[in-house]
């Protein structure tokens, strides 16, 4: 994984990996404990109704009032790709697609969102692109993926394969997002943008919800419901965002959504600790695996910074003799 600019921008951009992937591979395991209670598009709904809440709350007590508004069409288009794509239409499909496909399977599905980032990045920006290495390493990163959740393939395409094409929508319209806000290069801040964009995202899945005839009737409020709602809400929705919109702001789209590499094994581990799934050999060794395919990333990344440094060295020679 790339970062633009000092040690101290690597650093940040661990942490806000970290957070991100830690947050986001609890989503599913969140997400499965909590649709036995609520009807799915209520749920992403109501879960956007709290993270927006909680965001708007943080930026208004810690950004400056003429840091908050937009001020140009590029923050708009930014806005709304993030509420309407990244946020919106992926949650809502990942989450009625999650009623039939297992947090496993849907976490792989999800996980194919690095592949998919350098197809739109190739169509819309001009400075995005992954060299041989780096798909690659992406590649190797994948099939770690698949060990982790201990995927059969016959699974895969069998039984519920239109809910997982469900899932894979969310994952498409997720990639697509990222890059649209890569491309309109906002002047607002990721956690700013992400402030305006959540309430764009509950305004869509609530209709959505009442379109498709779901209700608060419909909703079994226990405490485990509510706990389920509370960190899809606010760990995963508010804080998770915050992180992740960073993480694309400081390496890119295609960087920045490795995250979905690492939210299987979040969601495996999670899966292990709170469910009772057990790990097999195979996930251990795609643990393994996913590990190669980040080294395979970073050296990518080192040799990218050695031949810049390389560059500077020789123009500084010349530019002597």
């Known amino acids: 994984?790339?970062?633009?600019?000092?040690?101290?921008?690597?650093?940040?951009?661990?942490?806000?990996?970290t957070l991100a992937s830690v947050f986001f591979?609890?989503?599913?395991?969140?997400?499965k404990a909590g649709l036995e209670f609520f009807p799915p598009l209520l749920f992403v709904a109501l879960r956007f109704d709290i993270a927006a809440v909680v965001l708007l709350a943080y930026v208004a007590v810690t950004t400056p009032r003429d840091e908050l508004r937009p001020q140009s069409v590029h923050d708009i288009v930014g806005i709304l790709a993030t509420g309407?794509?990244?946020?919106?239409?992926?949650?809502?499909?990942?989450?009625?697609?999650q009623q039939y496909v297992s947090s496993g399977v849907g976490s792989i599905i999800f996980s194919l969102n690095p592949i998919l980032t350098p197809v739109f990045a190739m169509v819309v920006l001009a400075d995005e692109r992954l060299s041989s290495r780096g798909a690659v390493g992406m590649l190797i990163g994948l099939v770690g993926v698949a060990l982790v959740v201990n995927v059969d393939p016959s699974n895969l395409l069998g039984g519920a394969a239109v809910w997982k094409g469900v899932v894979f929508l969310g994952a498409v319209t997720g990639t697509l997002g990222t890059v649209v806000i890569r491309w309109a290069e906002t002047s607002i801040s990721s956690t700013v943008r992400t402030a305006w964009?959540?309430?764009?995202?509950?305004?869509?899945?609530?209709?959505?919800?009442?379109?498709?005839?779901?209700?608060?009737?419909?909703?079994?409020?226990?405490?485990?419901a509510i706990?389920?709602?509370?960190?899809?809400?606010i760990f995963a929705g508010a804080v998770a965002y915050i992180?992740?919109?960073?993480?694309?702001?400081?390496?890119g789209p295609i960087h920045g959504n490795l995250v979905f590499y690492a939210v299987p094994i979040v969601a495996t581990l999670?899966?292990?600790?709170?469910?009772?799934?057990?790990?097999?050999?195979?996930?251990?060794?795609?643990?393994a695996t996913i590990f190669v395919g980040f080294a395979v990333l970073a050296s990518d990344s080192i040799v990218e910074e050695v031949e810049a440094l390389y560059d500077v060295v020789l123009s500084s020679l010349r530019s002597t003799n």
Do not use: C, Q
């Open 25 to 31: 591979g609890g989503t599913f395991v969140a997400a």
């Open 197 to 224: 964009a959540l309430p764009v995202s509950a305004v869509l899945t609530h209709g959505f919800s009442v379109a498709s005839g779901e209700s608060l009737s419909m909703v079994t409020w226990t405490p485990s």
């Open 243 to 251: 992180a992740y919109f960073g993480l694309l702001d400081e390496v």
């Open 84 to 97: 309407v794509f990244v946020i919106g239409l992926s949650n809502a499909f990942l989450f009625v697609g």
């Open 1 to 17: 994984m790339k970062a633009h600019g000092s040690t101290g921008g690597t650093h940040r951009s661990l942490v806000l990996f």
């Open 270 to 287: 999670g899966g292990s600790v709170l469910l009772g799934e057990s790990i097999s050999a195979s996930t251990i060794t795609g643990f």
């Open 227 to 233: 706990v389920a709602l509370g960190y899809v809400g």
